[in-house]
Nanobody, 117 residues
């Protein structure tokens, strides 16, 4: 089992920045990819960004250079630095950890990001 605890969500004005953190614990040796997803009511959960154990990253098209995903292996933590936030970025953001891309893996409880216009 892997436990994921997110933090860093909150209310920010459009154009502002937030950094989300996801701390992993448990059987993390099985984890090779971690990512951030987001979901709004009535919509499917969508990928925001992910990073592999070797540092390869993928971003959703809507990120458009505004967000950066990174990881601190010593702290077993993944970060999502979000800049130039827009009201449409408002969502619950979820951390995910999986043994490989494409698997459902483990999920955190989510952290709410609200961007006001």
């Amino acid at each position: 089992q892997v436990q994921l605890v997110e933090s860093g969500g909150g209310l920010v004005q459009a154009g502002g920045s937030l950094t989300l953190s996801c701390a992993a614990s448990g059987s993390i040796s099985s984890i090779n990819v971690m990512g951030w997803y987001r979901q709004t009511p009535g919509k499917q959960r969508e990928l925001v960004a992910r990073i592999t154990n070797i540092g390869s990253t993928n971003y959703a098209t809507f990120v458009n250079g505004r967000f950066t995903i990174s990881r601190d292996n010593a702290k077993k933590t993944v970060y999502l630095q979000m800049n130039s936030l827009k009201p449409e970025d408002t969502a619950n953001y979820y951390c995910n950890a999986a043994s490989r891309i494409g698997l459902n893996g483990y999920w955190g409880q989510g952290t709410l990001v609200t961007v006001s216009s």
